[in-house]
């Protein structure tokens, strides 16, 4: 059987920030784990924000530097399918500073390219590394931020990202790595000469290669006064759109408040996830439920929820968010579209979920999905899928949550954590086990591991312990910290994280005993 922790040596115990029996991960497992529930700078309950970023720079340095091959496809697969923006890019500028620094040329550039996917990511990539390694920039990083300039940079992406509040502008970035344009893009040439001249305020005109932008151009030169006559024009939707006006560029623009007519034209323009982040304020001023219409059906459609990529705790924020009772049934449908295609587990499942209190803080300051909610979604989903599945939630005390069937998944997800509080606010994972544990197949404990001591005649109970060795039991870490409660040395115990659909996916390839050749890690799994 595959484990994540293949080379942690059997004697590395430690104990939980609660004085639980906890065993230390080996360096790689540590970093998978951190990286897809660390966002950047983020405190966390147990943890300083400085100490958990400087903990996550000097993993990475320490596994770039031992294994180049590994720390690449790592990279690539946090930034593309964990889609881990800030946590990848820091990955990778802290991986290849070590590697310079030991000597080691070869796939840096690769590196720096494979975590930029996004037009204001070589920027950011910039601030990041100035700031934390001064201003003198390597070769290997130049050509992969060049690179990545040549694939991303275009009109809308020069409008909607290169802005007077960004340290790095679009011009900053070219002069920095010497981005030449490519030749299959005959537009491009023109378009970094005019980023050049956004930054240096050099001529007010645009080339004529450049359509979207002359548009925006033609907007902005409007007197303030005029401008919303613009949104009530027939065509104004079209407008927007051929100017590539964002809603944020729309109401800069607009140098007043928006109303319900400045949002109905700009809102066929927008993203998905712009459109989920606006609930609140389509809301406030008054959109028009027709208009709203457009917004439902978009949440409805299981085609456009795929193409989204977004986390199915992300319709569960909007709904959290969200005012009015209009959008709840889309967006009850949105999460249990982004949840259809997990895998169906076999068996009976227990789910374990830890209600205690450094649970009920939020996976990041600007969200109120909290690790609690994360841990509710995974078991309502798995039953949503057509599982057998037991939900029990855990703290000084145990009980169980029986799911209706053929419910309402976010409203599942309510009940359950209306019950946060009801067994105190320890975290008692081995007595919570012990208890709910009848011959499942496999179990699945969400927390942030932090487990409360439990002796028996020989010593410290490991939460490993709790469950017969035979069945497989995921420790799904929600948090990352250094401790783990879960043994991954031992057969059938693994210890992984993450908020996204891959961590269904791993649990049903990792129960699924396929001898040595099988998948460890989540790359290798996807692939």
Known sequence: MSKFNRTLPRNALTVTHEGGKAFVRD?????????????????????????RDERYARLVRTVAVED???????LTWLRGEAQMRSASLVAAAEAVHARLAAGLHGGNRELVGAVCLRPDEPAEFLAYWMGAHGRTL???VKRGLADAVRRLYGERALLKYDTDGSAFRFGDVLELVHAAPEREKPWQGPLFRHALDRRHGRGQDVPSELGTVRARAELTALPVEERRAVLTAPDAAATLRNAGMTWEALAGWLQGPMDAAAWEAVLPSMGLMAQLRNLRNFDEAGVSDAVAQQVIDRLCDPAEIARSRQFPYRFLSAYRAAPSL??????????????????????????????????????????????????????????HRGCAVDLVGFASDWFRHPITAGGSALREIDRFCARIGEVGHGTRTVEALRGAYDGHDRVVVISDMQAFPVHGPRGQVAVSEAVPARVPVFGVDTTGYTAATIDATRPHRYDIGGFSDKLFTMIDLLSQDRGEGAPAWPWEAAA
């Open 326 to 383: 209009r959008w709840g049934h889309a967006l009850d449908r949105a999460l249990t579209a982004a949840t259809a295609n997990i895998p169906a587990l076999p068996g009976r499942t227990l789910v374990v979920v830890d209600t205690s209190a450094s649970m009920t803080g939020a996976v990041s300051g600007r969200s109120k999905v909290r690790h609690v909610d994360v841990g509710a979604l995974v078991g309502v989903a798995l039953a």
């Open 27 to 51: 360096a790689k497992s540590e970093l998978v784990l951190l990286a897809v529930v660390n966002m950047v700078g983020e405190q966390t309950f147990y943890e300083e924000a400085g100490e």
């Open 68 to 74: 180049d091959a590994w720390t690449a496809r790592f």
């Open 138 to 140: 390597p070769k290997p």
